[in-house]
Nanobody, 115 residues
Framework: QVQLVESGGGLVQAGGSLRLSCAASGSIFSFNAMGWYRQAPGKQRILVAALTRGGSTNYADSVKGRFTISKDNAKNTVYLQMNSLKPEDTAVYYC?????????WGQGTQVTVSS
């Protein structure tokens, strides 16, 4: 069983930055892919950023140029650097791991962007 723990969320003013971290119990080097999703109240959960084992990335159009996903295999940690934050980015952010067709989720971390 893979366990994921997110941290780094909080309250930030519009235009500010946050870095989210996702610590995994397993070796993320062996994971097929990892990603960050977010869900605002009353909205669908959407993919924000993804990183495959091969190093390719994918971003939602709404965050391109502002967010960057990265990982540190030695620390078993995936990061989401969030710059130029907007109020529309307010949501609970979830870490996800794809371990060869089995998906695991963290419990989420709240990000609130004030204007």
């Amino acid at each position: 069983q893979v366990q994921l723990v997110e941290s780094g969320g909080g309250l930030v003013q519009a235009g500010g930055s946050l870095r989210l971290s996702c610590a995994a119990s397993g070796s993320i080097f062996s994971f097929n892919a990892m990603g960050w999703y977010r869900q605002a109240p009353g909205k669908q959960r959407i993919l924000v950023a993804a990183l495959t084992r091969g190093g390719s990335t994918n971003y939602a159009d709404s965050v391109k140029g502002r967010f960057t996903i990265s990982k540190d295999n030695a620390k078993n940690t995936v990061y989401l650097q969030m710059n130029s934050l907007k109020p529309e980015d307010t949501a609970v952010y979830y870490c996800n791991a794809d371990v060869w067709s089995t998906r695991y989720w963290g419990q989420g971390t709240q990000v609130t962007v004030s204007s």
